[in-house]
């Protein structure tokens, strides 16, 4: 959705993890997970580890301890205020 013209994204990156865990067995009966798929945007740009963001001025830090103490959220205020224009 980040490449549609009309979706405009507020806050901070997600955490980056997106592929699938491909599992198995081995002989000893240990699990193995592995992370087997890459995931890309539009262009081909990869988010893994990085996260998909908003650009640099919708960016706002998700559950930081000032919007605690405020008890307020930054980030429902800031898109708040870009649907008001």
């Not at 549609?4 to 240990?30: C, K, Q, R, W």
């Not at 919007?67 to 649907?83: P, R, T, V």
């Amino acid at each position: 959705m980040k490449d549609l013209p009309y979706v405009t994204m507020v806050g901070d990156n997600t955490n980056g993890v997106f592929s699938d865990i491909l599992s198995h067995t081995l002989p000893n009966e240990a699990l193995l997970g592995l992370s087997n798929e890459v995931y890309t945007d539009a262009k081909g740009k990869v988010f893994e580890a990085i996260g998909v963001g908003p650009s640099e001025e919708n960016r706002v830090p998700l559950f930081s301890n000032d919007d605690f103490i405020k008890e307020k959220d930054s980030g429902i205020d800031l898109a708040i205020e870009i649907l008001k224009k």
